[in-house]
T-cell receptor, first 112, second 113 residues
Framework: TQLLEQSPQFLSIQEGENLTVYCNSSSVFSSLQWYRQEPGEGPVLLVTVVTGGEVKKLKRLTFQFGDARKDSSLHITAAQPGDTGLYLCAGRGSSNTGKLIFGQGTTLQVKP | GAVVSQHPSWVICKSGTSVKIECRSL??????MFWYRQFPKQSLMLMATSNEGSKATYEQGVEKDKFLINHASLTLSTLTVTSAHPEDSSFYICSATYSGTQYFGPGTRLLVL
């Protein structure tokens, strides 16, 4: 069974601080997605990483896929209150079912 | 882009009644859709995989007679919560795959009284 361990699960920081969220597994994933979800809404895709070692940037967000495609990180620089939300990593497993394996999620609160 | 809609966005029902939730892919066809359940401040829990024209595949521990799934067309899947009870109250989210990426609907909040 493939699992994704996401940490930390809760994070409360001040505006302007940096933070990193991690997703780790002992399994290899063919791709990994990061989503952001606001209360009462569905998750919105932020990025998909596919190649080991890949780094993608989305404004103040930097996503990295581990060389072995077993882990990923999301780094936010100079966090703003608008970054508040639930961040989810999800890996596409080895089966052909198309199912995603989700991490536990990270609830981020950025205080002004 | 790939847009997935859900209807209704929220529903309140009495215990013992059945509730149907629709999931539609608006600008693409989806042979496979997924149904998730989510509790407050927790991650998504996959309930079942909905396959167009065939039976749904349920995850372990999910009662197929309780949560009926029908995927009658390439753009519509429905989830029916039968004989709903208060413990079925939750946020239900569907997703559909487009070009290898899952896109999520806005979710349906179900409250069973």
């Amino acid at each position: 069974t493939q699992l994704l361990e996401q940490s930390p699960q809760f994070l409360s920081i001040q505006e302007g601080e940096n933070l990193t969220v991690y997703c780790n597994s002992s399994s290899v994933f063919s791709s990994l997605q990061w989503y952001r979800q606001e209360p009462g809404e569905g998750p919105v895709l932020l990025v998909t990483v596919v190649t080991g070692g890949e780094v993608k940037k989305l404004k103040r967000l930097t996503f990295q896929f581990g060389d072995a495609r077993k882990d990923s990180s999301l780094h936010i620089t100079a966090a703003q209150p608008g970054d508040t939300g639930l961040y989810l990593c999800a890996g596409r497993g080895s089966s052909n079912t198309g199912k995603l394996i989700f991490g536990q999620g990270t609830t981020l609160q950025v205080k002004p | 882009g790939a847009v997935v809609s859900q209807h209704p966005s929220w529903v309140i029902c009495k215990s013992g009644t059945s509730v149907k939730i629709e999931c539609r892919s608006l600008d693409f066809q989806a042979t496979t859709m997924f149904w998730y359940r989510q509790f407050p401040k927790q991650s998504l829990m996959l309930m079942a995989t909905s396959n167009e024209g065939s039976k749904a595949t349920y995850e372990q521990g999910v009662e197929k007679d309780k949560f009926l799934i029908n995927h009658a067309s390439l753009t519509l899947s429905t989830l029916t919560v039968t004989s709903a009870h208060p413990e079925d109250s939750s946020f239900y989210i569907c997703s559909a795959t487009y070009s290898g990426t899952q896109y999520f609907g806005p979710g349906t909040r179900l409250l069973v009284l």
